[in-house]
């Protein structure tokens, strides 16, 4: 449980680099105390940590995540901590120069070394540094450093009662628990959301140095951006695949350069280690604390990265050192791994040429790779934990991995998170997964006096710079929802003054932060907000360089990406209800976890629907304020849940009253996992619609925490029924109904997400429940060829349900599959590959269906480590392996309709096991029959 202490440092402090006359220590590890004067409270720190974590480890609180302990910590946030290191030693106080550099301080803190007032921090996303040679030199005694940081909700507080701050009128401002949280730079969601406890941690949540320079000419490197792109590329503009690379290097540093300095890079091929290019940077110069310099790379010499799917992840290590002119020993050297690729958003009109082809007319809103258009598909990355300390590369390295099992080549990093540290971008590098990125503003209107625009601009310039050289990085958006939701809301609340807010945000989204992003990187698109209709033009030395296209839009074309969100779950399945688009970038619905993920947090006697603490930790509607009785607004996200099981599914009344609540989150899920695979069909339908759509990224990956939410994937890895259906329903090549249940009319389409054609057979397969076959296959072919073009959709088969030749349409299923074969892009020497996928339909909702017991079975061989599962007596729908807690990992599927006689070999891959193996006997298989008994 608390295994985040061991992949930290050993004890401070450690001396990482002593060469090139600097000393540079190491402030990571313990040897820290954290306290608070006014509680009384001391116990061991740790750098990087959080107050909260430190607290937890040292037993002076319980678990923040068990019970209601979101509530009964809030004294945590509401007072002042301070971080006080041991004696420093190794400190020189003679140095030339001595500075602190911290990469992360969450949020307020007032620093102190030597007992003398160093400097202060407002904002959780930057780098800091701070000269502190004359304290080092006048130091006497024992050097410590101590941070002391401020309550971020009452700072927050109190900003908001300056007189001079900007005050919003009442509706853009989203509140959920803690207020004000738009006055500060600090991770929105730890103020609350509709998704996740508010703990407001604070904390020196990043790594920290002090570098100590002995002589003159020395350099220590703070960030480097290394920016690749196609000659002649611009942020906007689709890049030319025939243009050399341009590959940029610049870097940030503390310390001073000799007078011609030079800069040498080194690019070699991160798997062979065959080298790219050798050779001095060009057109070097020097810019306050930062040199650049760059050189070209022929068109066609690296290979390209590609997303997972789409070919190879190439990978190349650049090495890059500063040195003056003609000197042996370099002054400094880095080496980031990168790749070589171009990613476009195409926000660009929809041409004459895409016209012709029956696209129709508005902007595109699609992704481009290496200059072609893919589809997308994915889901929205919150942050994995409240606090980020604990979030390790192991734990990453796991969900990333159920990414890309899951079929998924592109997430979204929402924006009210944190700027991901970069081992989250290596592992996405490494694994293929576009990282749609945004700056961290969501759900408000944001300030924007100079005080502040300065403090955004810093953390922009600092955050764009490190993650550049991510292959992975997609995009950049400005925020979460704000031209989408906020400003509707601000012209429904002060419509008087709606330019005035418009102005405000063009200032900050468009103004100030576009050419920060332009300056930093050519390779990265940027858009002002998540969801919107695109922009009319972009003139880089207008006031407002990106003109956005607003309401400026024509009925009945197409312009943008889509955020979809309906909680009447009466048309959840209306096809009609959905959106179209070019893009959908937010949609879903909350599910409840598994039982088994309950238990981590919840008394055994709360086990149940609607108990207080399951009722209490569900966020969904927020309380909006600090209220610790939410039951209003909680039970109508509770009552939701329950009333889309109802309309659709059988409704569990178990005897046993646990087993009774696991079967009710499981419908809880199944109905989400059925409602998301109905909106992504639809989607992925859309690419061969007019409004040619290329992109499904529901709303959410992964949890927080442990409560009803919108997630796939549960807290400790647990997939959900979602992830395996999403999963299933990402596949390259996939069978899908499409039936207007208003009208009877059924359609069947196969869509494609390869980028040639491919060609196969569906079969249609009807049956009743036991199994046996409807005479005449009710009407239906048993069989058809198709063709389907690249990014396409091909309809096989329509009708409507009346002319089906159906006795009993409660007592039949239609077991549709796929059998196609074409190529992956970038196929290793063409090869051809089989996709086959199979779905069902029903003509009557779930809980209409006149089930039989299908008696299905799983067994488990220790041989091969499968297992198999049968259905002895009829069909098995909605078949779900499930294991015991204690081990985390997923089958090879789940969530299938079995026919009688079939028998399933499916595998099971570990994650993490501490049952020593044992969890194979507690796997069980049910079905939805098992839905409906005592
Ligand atoms: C609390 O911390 C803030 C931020 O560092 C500081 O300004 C304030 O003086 C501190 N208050 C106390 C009582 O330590
Ligand atoms: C600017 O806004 C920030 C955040 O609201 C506030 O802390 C600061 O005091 C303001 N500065 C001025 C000069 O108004
Ligand atoms: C795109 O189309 C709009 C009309 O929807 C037009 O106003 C705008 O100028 C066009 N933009 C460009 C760059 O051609
Ligand atoms: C149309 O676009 C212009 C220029 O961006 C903008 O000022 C105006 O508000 C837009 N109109 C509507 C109705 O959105
Ligand atoms: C279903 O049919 C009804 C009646 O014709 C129509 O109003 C509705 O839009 C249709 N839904 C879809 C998704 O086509
Ligand atoms: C849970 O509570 C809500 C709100 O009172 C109610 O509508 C719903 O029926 C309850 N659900 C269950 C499964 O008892």
Known sequence: MRSWIKSLLGALPVIVQSALGQNVIDLTGDGWTVSSKALNISAPGYLPSQVHLDLYNADVIDDPYYGLNDFNLRWIANNNWTYTSDPLPGLSTNAKESWLVFNGLDTFATIELCGKFVGTTDNQFRQYTFDVSDIVRSCHGDPTLSLNFGSAPLIADQIAEDPASEKWPYGPQQVYEFTNRWYIRKEQSDFGWDWGPAFAPAGPWRDAYLVQFEKEESIYVLNTDLDIFRQGQINHEIP?????????????????????????????????????????????????????????????????????????????????????????????????????????????????????????????????????????????????????????????????????????????????????????????????????????????????????????????????????????????????????????????????????????????????????????????????????????????????????????????????????????????????????????????????????????????????????????????????????????????GMSEMTMAVERYYPIPNKEDSVANFSAWCHATQMFQADMYKSEIQFYRRGSGMPERQLGSLYWQLEDIWQAPTWAGIEYDGRWKVLHYVARDIYQPVIVSPYWNYTTGDLEIYVTSDLWVTARGTVNLTWVDLSGNPISGNA?????????????????????????????????????????????????????????????????????????????????????????????????????????????????????????????????????TDETGGGWVEGVTVQSLWDQTTK
Do not use: C
């Open 240 to 636: 030319d695949q025939t243009k050399p690379w341009v590959v940029n290097a610049s870097i940030d540093f503390l310390g001073s350069l000799p007078d011609k300095p030079s800069m040498h890079i080194v690019i070699k091929d991160t798997e062979s280690g065959k080298p790219l290019k050798s050779a001095a940077l060009e057109n070097v110069y020097t810019s306050g604390q930062t040199i650049t310099g760059n050189i070209n790379i022929d068109a066609d010499a690296p290979d390209l990265w590609w997303p997972t799917g789409m070919g190879k992840q190439n990978l190349y290590h650049a090495t890059i050192t500063v040195g003056g002119s003609g000197q042996k020993n370099p002054l400094a050297s880095v080496t980031k791994r990168t790749g070589f690729r171009t990613i476009f958003l195409n926000r660009l009109n929809i041409t004459d040429e895409q016209l012709a082809q029956g696209i129709a007319p508005g902007a595109n809103w699609h992704f481009e790779i290496n200059g072609q258009e893919f589809y997308a598909k994915g889901s929205n990355l919150i942050p994995p934990d409240a606090f980020w300390p604990r979030v390790t590369e192991e734990r990453m390295q796991r969900l990333f991995d159920a990414v890309v099992a899951g079929n998924q080549n592109m997430l979204r990093v929402w924006a009210s998170g944190a700027y991901q540290p970069d081992f989250i971008y290596d592992i996405a590098d490494e694994r293929g997964v576009l990282l749609w990125s945004e700056f961290q503003f969501s759900d408000a209107l944001y300030p924007v006096n100079e005080t502040f625009l300065e403090d955004v601009a810093a953390e922009v310039a600092y955050n764009v710079r490190r993650v550049n050289h991510h292959p992975s990085l997609a995009l950049w958006a400005g925020g979460n929802e704000i031209e989408s939701l906020e400003l509707p809301l601000v012209q429904e609340a002060d419509p008087d003054n709606y330019s005035y807010w418009v102005g405000q945000y063009e200032q900050l989204f468009i103004s100030l932060i576009l050419p920060l992003v332009y300056e930093n990187s050519r390779s990265i698109s940027y858009m002002p907000s998540s969801t919107n209709n695109g922009y009319l033009w972009v003139n880089l030395s207008a006031p407002v360089p990106m003109a956005e296209r607003y309401d400026n839009t024509t009925d009945g074309d197409y312009y943008s990406d889509t955020d979809h969100y309906n909680y009447d779950s009466s048309v959840a399945f209306d096809l009609g209800s959905y959106p179209i688009g070019r893009f959908a970038n937010e949609f879903g619905f909350h599910s409840m976890p598994s039982l088994q993920t309950w238990r981590q947090a919840v008394d055994e006697d709360e086990l149940y629907f609607n108990s207080t603490t399951v009722m209490l930790r569900n966020h969904h509607y927020p309380s909006g304020d600090l209220s610790t009785h939410n039951f209003k607004n909680s039970s109508m």
């Open 779 to 911: 009407n239906t072919p048993t069989s058809t060829q198709f063709t389907v073009g690249a990014l396409n959709t091909t309809k096989i088969f329509g009708t409507t349900v009346s002319d089906l030749d159906l006795s009993n349409k409660t007592n039949a299923v239609l077991v549709m599959s796929v059998h196609a074969q074409g190529h992956l892009p970038n196929a290793e020497n063409g090869a051809v590959s089989t996709f086959i996928h199979q779905n069902q339909f029903t003509p009557v909702w779930p809980n209409e269906v006149t089930l039989v017991d299908p008696k299905v079975e799983v067994s488990y061989d220790q041989g091969t480590g499968l297992f198999t599962v049968e259905a002895k007596n009829g069909v098995s729908l909605y078949t779900w392996l499930d294991y015991p807690a204690g081990v985390v990992g997923y089958f090879d599927e789940n969530m299938f309709t079995l026919l009688p006689g079939e028998k399933r070999k499916i595998g099971f891959t570990v994650q």
